[in-house]
């Protein structure tokens, strides 16, 4: 699970042009300032990456990064 993990971060630096040292499992996307236009974006990336398909209705309960993180491994190892 490392491999999505270290693609989820990177995405979103890429996405949202934060710095990593910045994003822990614990960050409140909200306090970040990312969106879910933003994870939409950082979820694009991941399925070409990943040679999947992705529904946008599993993003409606991510708050933390840790939740996208978890989300992003669950649904890419289908």
């Given at each position: 699970m490392t491999h999505v993990r270290e693609s989820v971060l990177n995405a979103l630096v890429e996405v949202t042009g934060r710095e990593r040292e910045r994003l822990t499992d614990d960050s409140r996307l909200k306090e970040l300032g990312i969106d879910s236009m933003d994870l939409l974006e950082v979820g694009a990336i991941l399925e070409q990456e990943f040679e999947v398909e992705l529904d946008i209705e599993d993003f409606v309960d991510i708050e933390t990064l840790g939740d996208a993180i978890e989300l992003f491994e669950r649904?890419?190892?289908?």
């Open positions: 649904l890419l190892v289908r």
